[in-house]
């Protein structure tokens, strides 16, 4: 330990914050390009611990996780509090095909430009993949080609830990709510107390969460002796209505059958049973938690006002109130910090929450951007990774992530391919493993020009927000000069910065040289940044619709479980009058402050997955809404969507194995 | 990397196998004894790679999890093959009370005395805690007073993520048993084997886990091209009996609401419904796989050949036939690898497999031992525990462990206290909370006399298999002088080879030294290590339930789904009839060679949790049989017992919780 010391103050005294000295990995391009997995072993990692110090990472604010994985603590943000922050970028998409765009090789590639060409300090920031689309039909989300995190699967699979951490403290709330009711339904209010309370050493203590709910409960008691009957009826008996559990347990597997469920079946139980489901623990509202928070003390905060329901009698029942906010903040303790790997020509990425834009709001931790900013100094850049499309992700990025992170990003990076706009032009389906319909390997300008609309609603929509916007046309090598000139321009036509043909993908870092000029140019532009709403509840929901989705309007087709006002209303509405919204508003205490997190298809701009293109005259239907207080946000279901995906008839999981010789892992991609 | 090579050769031209140089750390005993976390946190452990250096390990062998804990690759038995083995002692107890024996706290008591204080080479090798109970009713389980593995906290949770691992490859098994039996129910064999083995490149490829399949069905064809209709149709057609699916899926939490559940009720499952039920995570098979493996090679055909189902003509259905052998392999990896951790005074310890030896076999990894063995050398010790009673955890560790690692311990160190004795002895029932009945606190040689029947019971367990036995009184402060010299002597009399009594708790190592000395005199008597059973099935049966619990006769209340038949046998019986289990055994193809794992209550030598000291007179009901086949044993249940537990109305995580400032976690123990 003493070494340790030793070394960060011999460390402090030697390294200015900001000033990197720090060595890239130099790649040995192959043509044509072999596989990922191949690239991805052919490339040493340099050790993290080197990384980590390359970066200005002191060594005891680093743990490291095997060889090629470390995680950062957040002391650092402290330490470098007075380091003025640097760029921050934003890697976008068109509205995804089956084709694949390219969003992560971009950010990587262009990660990999920025530094081990350009020579500026950079840093990546993206998101832990889950494993249930791993095994499923998605594969890893290391990047491809020659713009990949390396080693691709320590990054694909369990990675430290964190989404195992979530799905543990999800479960543990979800297991606490039934064993609750359970106990409540089969005990007396005195039994009840008096094990809630139990004697210890002859005396009864209360403990420090059920202090928390006496207060709330307006009780300013601390002996247990001296509560009375009414009192210890209020404290001990939460009086869950069954029907109000918003909280379901979560899985990172993609378990289609857990979809909907009917628990509490055993004799053991009593007949207590109830209807159920899993989602996919990504979508928890514990990642969204860790997602946004800032530091230990706020996640500890957000963890205890998670609302799992409402009682009978209309109160909204709170992980605190369960006396389980304690034991999620200490299953999160180590998941709170980010987790730094790199790039194949060796610069540092921090790798950090989780994605799903569509179910949850789907960007990478707030922590991991703010401590990369001050990493990289002023003169650097970090570019981190909005999930899905732009009208999905990157919404949610500026809505959601910036509202509560206060920072202001400085350019939007926004991915194209000609191809999967050639399918939003119209072109025909495509049949995975079939050969592609000629449409998509000749040259077809009327329909790629058709397509265009996607990627011009997009920077319209990017534009709202007043950030510059950087078009990365990621090419392929069926695509024609005239193809990739065709939406460069069209790109500039619509309000784009600049646009820029890259090919990271075959050339890493070096493809991407042209992008990083341009985003370099366009964070010196002048950023007018601004939120897209800040009104009450229906009209941001509307906003998004009408603004970013190209909606006309919204409409209700719901049954809306109201947990946070004292009486249950059930709403059936087909078009929404302004009025009754207004009424709702004002009834809604602490509502009408917290940003929307929309669940919606990020298949297509509308919420209909096989719309392509632009859609326009359709009505978006709101199905229900949530409240994820702990998180910060609404929550309002857009069509029907599963939250737990199903696996496919062949899933990845054929050709994945593991080598038992050289322990290599085989068939991720 | 160039370092760390060089490191290695330096280390290993300065290094003889066998010989540490070690540090202690010397402890800094208070009275009276505080809290375990207080303990837990006054000790400073030393950084892992110090320790795993002074234990002989060399740096590329390890991989660092943060700065207490570390993952040993399992290249060191290659390295040090040629290096006879230490002593084996395994650490079991008398039938486990609520008072608790302290079984886990001796094991680390030994193993500072033996290590820190005799100065000898010596490991524990103990098993991971379930997070079920840790935040349910048991608590942590790093042993307890001034004996304990540290820091506690990173023992009781997470750890480096072994159980996470499981339940993620446990739950995608039962994923992909429930989607494909699903894809099966609505697509022709066609459809099916076109999206089994779809075109790639205009091509049709099998992944290589298909090609076993086809293996086994016999069909020696590799291109999918040239299958006839009826291959075609068996090859992608595991039609799977809903039935007879024995896979569960697992969680690490206490939720007994999923002990019963019915799965499929989402409208997207088309009415494929079927009930199905959640275990604890440490009884899934994979966890028995993990413990009981020798290599990566082994485990990776282990958890190929676990059966999940039959088909509807009879058939095994495997984990291969299901195209996920392979990515459980991958995701079990890193879990393969022993985790290193210390104890208070500084010697090694390795976490490895978990505890559950009611419901599961309880035992700690054989590849943990295997290393342990090796790293201490021909005069070093290592001590294994096992879990719950001498009748359970080290049944199973004889007969399962042993059949399959070829150790052949040398001692057995029988735990047991004063109070707990009482109670067999018919001493009052104890609610938590509430003082202790005199019975317990005051000298009762009649009672502690009549309690004794159970250590003689467990003793005579042990000398069944032919191993010495050291018996363990774990002193409290109310025993009376002459109530340790009653159990010492009747230990004696009993035919241990000897009885010590021990205060670790209270002075750690120094408490336990005469129980080490004890240990090392019984190491070098003649052990005469003998199995218990090598017969047909039902006979093994038997054997355990007569000669371990103490049983009259076996029999049969149960419906015996016999996967591995060709025919589905109902059977009703209520004394077993030799004949008809003759009849059975002979029909048993790849099942009579299979060692037994008993599911049964470890609170009683019975199967009723309630019949203390040790019951005469019962018949053991078998009320069903599983068979792990990857793990390698059969699974009889015996009497009624969920396989998931329940929280209790106070869980242990109302005290647990998180300091922001100081990041401390508070309320374990």
Chains 1, 2 share one sequence.
Request: contains cysteine.
């Amino acid at each position: 330990m003493a070494n340790t010391v030793l070394s960060a103050k011999r460390f402090l005294d030697s390294h200015q914050p900001g000033k990197w000295d720090i060595s890239y990995t130099k790649l040995n391009l192959q043509k044509p390009v072999p596989s990922d997995i191949v690239i991805s072993r052919s490339c040493v990692p340099k050790p993290i611990d080197c990384l980590a110090r390359e970066v200005g990472l002191m060594s005891d604010e680093v743990e490291l996780y095997g060889k090629t994985k470390a995680k950062v603590q957040l002391d650092i943000i402290k330490r470098l509090q007075a380091q003025p922050d640097g760029k921050y970028v934003v890697v976008t998409g068109i509205t995804p095909t089956p084709l694949g765009e390219g969003k992560s090789t971009t950010t990587i590639g262009l990660v990999q430009a920025l530094g081990a060409h350009m020579k500026l300090n950079v840093f990546a920031c993206v998101r832990q993949p889950s494993q249930g689309p791993t095994f499923g039909i998605k594969g890893g989300a290391a990047g491809g080609g020659y713009s990949q995190v390396i080693p691709m699967e320590e990054f694909n699979l369990h990675l430290t830990g964190d989404i195992h951490a979530i799905t543990a403290a999800n479960n543990l709330v979800a297991a606490a709510i039934d064993a609750r009711m359970f106990h409540e339904a089969t005990q007396s209010d005195k039994a009840l107390y008096n094990r809630l309370v139990p004697l210890s050493g002859g005396q009864r203590q209360f403990s420090a969460i059920q202090i928390n709910r006496l207060k709330k409960l307006g009780i300013e008691k601390t002996d247990p002796t001296t509560l009375t009957e009414e009192e210890i009826t209020r404290f001990a008996r939460l009086d869950i209505d069954p029907e109000s559990v918003t909280w379901q347990r979560v899985l990172d597997t993609n378990d289609r059958f857990l979809r909907k469920i009917t628990i509490g079946q055993s004799p053991t139980e009593k007949g207590y049973t109830r209807e159920a489901q899993f989602d996919i623990t990504v979508a928890s509202e514990i990642m969204a938690v860790l997602a946004l928070t800032s530091s230990l003390e706020d996640m500890r905060l957000r963890l205890a006002k998670m609302v799992v329901a409402t009682s009978r009698s209309g109160e909204p029942i709170t992980t605190e109130d369960l006396g389980v906010s304690g034991a999620l903040a200490v299953l999160m303790r180590d998941a709170i910090k980010p987790n730094l790997m790199q790039t194949l020509e060796g610069t540092p990425v921090f790798v950090h929450a989780g994605p799903f834009a569509n179910i949850a709001h789907g960007n990478s931790s707030i922590l991991a951007d703010k401590i990369a900013l001050k990493l990289v100094g002023p003169e650097g850049f970090v570019v981190t990774e909005a999930g899905f499309g732009a009208d999905i992700g990157m919404e949610k990025f500026f809505n959601i992530k910036c509202r509560y992170s206060g920072l202001r990003p400085h350019v939007v990076v926004l991915v194209a391919t000609v191809r999967a706009l050639k399918m939003h032009g119209g072109g025909p389906t495509v049949t995975a493993g079939m050969p592609l319909p000629k449409e998509y390997v000749e040259e077809n300008l009327p329909l790629l020009e058709k397509g265009c609309s996607n990627m011009r609603k997009q920077i319209e929509n990017a534009k709202h927000f007043g950030v510059p916007v950087v078009v990365a046309v990621n090419a392929f090598k069926t695509d024609t000069e005239a193809e990739l000139d065709l939406i460069c321009n069209m790109a500039k036509t619509a309000g784009a910065f600049d646009a820029v043909r890259c090919s990271h993908w075959a050339e890493g870092g070096a493809g991407a040289v042209a992008l990083g000029q341009a985003v370099q140019r366009a964070s010196e532009a002048p950023s007018n940044f601004k939120f897209l709403y800040d009104l009450p509840i229906v009209d941001k929901i509307r906003i998004i619709a009408q603004k970013i989705y190209g909606a006309d309007d919204i409409e209700l087709v719901f049954f809306f479980f109201f947990f946070f006002l004292c009486v249950c209303v059930c709403v059936c509405v087909v078009i929404v009058k302004p009025v009754f919204w207004d009424l709702l508003s004002n009834k809604i205490i602490g509502f009408s402050n917290l940003p929307i997190c929309m669940a919606k298809t990020h298949l297509s701009l509308s919420h209909e997955a096989d719309k392509k293109g632009v859609p326009t005259g359709f009505i978006l239907p709101i199905r229900d809404i949530r409240a994820s207080v702990g998180a910060g946000f609404l929550f309002p279901l857009v069509g029907t969507m599963p939250t737990i995906p199903g696996l496919p008839t062949r899933p990845c999981f054929y050709d994945i194995d593991l080598d038992p010789e050289t322990e290599q892992v085989n068939g991720l991609f």
